[in-house]
């Protein structure tokens, strides 16, 4: 037998003595469950909407007048989360592949948390002064801050075409601030020196992050951040609210609202985590508008906060602006050609469903705008006075 031969003979019969994948025992294996998208759109959507909307309900209609106690909670709860997280989960493994030292630290991690404490407390405080519907048409000009931010620190070079794109959306929120019934000048400029603080902390994890070696997921800059900004929240908190804090103000909150609170503000962390690994950054760019109109008509129905249609028209102009500056116009229009070829589609495949569709946001549009163009006579109104003279008249006791 030649060398060839036997090679082959020994190849054959190692290859006859291994194990072999039964290729029906394959197939007939279930693939593994996965959520759609859509899921983590509408629970990132919930979360985050509902993060503002218990912020502002603790803050303004419970009378809790201390967002600055209130973010440092939000950011103990979450070191103490996230450092379970860190011991008993697999979530947090990423951090393992960030290189941090005492040095990167102190040099990037505390600058950072610096101005991610300045922007979460002026975001807080804004709740004082501002309704939800203003405050986020306010945040519509981030893009605008972040851009100027880069310029500054060098992360980008000014471009003129850049800069007329966005200044689209400054006049939209100029014209939506015109159109503010109740503006408040206090709260105005919190919220900016809020959007500034947050525009300068997203720059500067853009330039920590352009090395490889300090990529990190929201949920690991969490881990990294939340113990710094709460120590900061708690010095300032502790010079300007805590002597004002009486226990009594805590009990009439109670401690299960903030329980809730906190774990309602960590879990939106968690869900940005699980969003960006399903979905695109397309999605979340169109869900941050989407939550964004949702959060002004949650206003105007929980609140009454009054919209005016001068708003409206400059929220809009300020909403299209930040679109297409993050997308551009080539992407849009392909993005609108493929929602139209999936929107006939559908009409052919579920005719009643797309009427109904139809109808009800009719319907909601109608209300939004019956809402906010309503005469604004109606609110100063006070019924008590005819209920009492029509109760003199039948004898019952006045109000």
């Known amino acids: 037998m030649g060398v060839d031969e036997k090679i082959r003979a020994s190849g054959e019969q190692v290859r006859d003595t291994l194990p072999t994948i039964?290729?029906?025992?394959?197939?007939?294996?279930?693939?593994?469950?996965?959520?759609?998208?859509?899921?983590?759109?509408?629970?990132?959507?919930?979360l985050s909407s509902s993060v503002?909307?218990?912020?502002?309900?603790?803050?303004?209609?419970?009378?809790?007048?201390?967002?600055?106690?209130?973010t440092t909670f939000h950011l103990v709860f979450a070191t103490i989360m996230t450092q379970l997280l860190a011991r008993y989960t697999t979530l947090l493994d990423g951090r393992k592949t960030v290189k941090m030292t005492g040095r990167v630290y102190l040099r990037a991690i505390v600058p950072i948390g610096f101005?991610?404490?300045?922007?979460?407390?002026?975001?807080?405080?804004?709740?004082?002064?501002?309704?939800v519907a203003f405050i986020q048409m306010l945040k519509a000009t981030t893009p605008v801050?972040?851009?100027?931010?880069?310029?500054?620190?060098?992360?980008?070079?000014?471009?003129?075409?850049?800069?007329?794109?966005?200044?689209?959306?400054v006049v939209g929120v100029v014209i939506a601030s015109?159109?503010?019934?109740?503006?408040?000048w206090i709260g105005f400029i919190y919220q900016i020196f809020g959007i500034a603080f947050e525009a300068l902390r997203l720059t500067m994890v853009q330039r920590l992050l352009s090395s490889a070696e300090f990529k990190m997921d929201p949920l690991v800059s969490l881990y990294y951040f939340a113990p710094v900004c709460a120590a900061m929240n708690f010095v300032v908190a502790l010079f300007w609210e805590l002597p004002k804090l009486s226990m009594q103000e805590v009990y009439d909150v109670g401690f299960m609202t903030f329980l809730l609170n906190g774990l309602c503000a960590f879990a939106l962390n968690v869900s940005v985590v699980f969003l960006i690994g399903k979905t695109s950054s397309l999605v979340l760019t169109l869900c941050g508008v989407l939550k964004d109109v949702l959060l002004v008509v949650a206003s105007m129905i929980?609140?009454?906060?009054?919209?005016?249609?001068?708003?409206?028209?400059?929220?809009?102009?300020?909403?299209?602006?930040?679109?297409?500056?993050?997308?551009?116009?080539?992407?849009?229009?392909?993005y609108a050609g493929e929602a139209g070829r999936q929107w006939a589609d559908f009409g052919n495949r579920r005719p009643i469903l797309r009427r109904i569709s139809i109808m009800l946001f009719t319907v909601m549009t109608i209300f939004v705008l019956l809402g906010g163009l309503a005469p604004t006579y109606a609110p100063g109104m006070d019924p008590t006075e005819y209920l009492n003279e029509a109760k003199n008249k039948i004898g019952i006791a006045r109000l």
Do not use: R
């Not at 039964?22 to 919930?46: C, G, M, R, T």
């Open 302 to 334: 929980i609140w009454g906060t009054q919209v005016t249609g001068l708003q409206f028209f400059g929220y809009s102009i300020a909403l299209g602006g930040m679109v297409y500056y993050k997308l551009g116009y080539e992407a849009i229009k392909g």
């Open 145 to 169: 801050f972040v851009l100027f931010s880069s310029w500054a620190l060098g992360v980008s070079q000014p471009n003129l075409k850049v800069f007329l794109n966005v200044s689209v959306i």
């Open 115 to 131: 101005f991610f404490s300045l922007s979460l407390i002026c975001g807080n405080l804004t709740y004082l002064y501002l309704s």
């Open 22 to 46: 039964n290729p029906d025992v394959e197939k007939s294996q279930p693939p593994k469950p996965s959520l759609h998208p859509a899921f983590y759109v509408s629970i990132w959507i919930s």
């Open 178 to 184: 015109i159109g503010e019934i109740k503006f408040v």
């Open 52 to 70: 503002i909307l218990f912020n502002k309900w603790i803050l303004s209609t419970l009378g809790f007048e201390y967002p600055v106690i209130l």
